[in-house]
């Protein structure tokens, strides 16, 4: 059974950070790009970040560059998400996602595997 394992999630201020990782299991993800997407009350799932199979190549939406880093280690299957400088607009289920290609990054119906999500809430 393929699975992807979102932990590391919770409550922190403003300003704050918090590590986000996403272990994988029932098969290899080395071929897959991988991604985090988040979720707000009342708002469309949205892209966050992604990367490379080999980590060469990262991609981040604008509300989070240069706050968030995407990390990979592939010898352990698992993913991360380095969340800093948070912000109180950054409150939202973060899910993580695969997909086979570096194409439609940002189309969360083009993923083709997904967690079950984890809370981020960011207080002021």
């Known amino acids: 059974q393929v699975q992807l394992v979102e932990s590391g999630g919770g409550l922190v201020q403003a300003g704050g950070s918090l590590r986000l990782s996403c272990a994988a299991s029932?098969?290899?993800?080395?071929?897959?790009?991988m991604a985090w997407l988040r979720q707000a009350l009342g708002k469309e799932r949205e892209f966050v970040a992604a990367i490379s199979r080999y980590s060469t190549a990262t991609y981040y939406a604008d509300s989070v560059k240069g706050r968030f880093t995407i990390s990979r280690d592939n010898a352990k299957n698992t993913v991360y998400l380095h969340l800093n400088s948070l912000k109180p607009e950054d409150t939202a289920v973060y899910y993580c996602a695969a997909k086979g290609s570096e194409s439609d990054l940002h189309s969360p119906g083009r993923y083709d595997y997904w967690g079950q999500g984890t809370q981020v809430t960011v207080s002021s």
């Open positions: 029932g098969r290899t993800f080395v071929n897959d790009v």
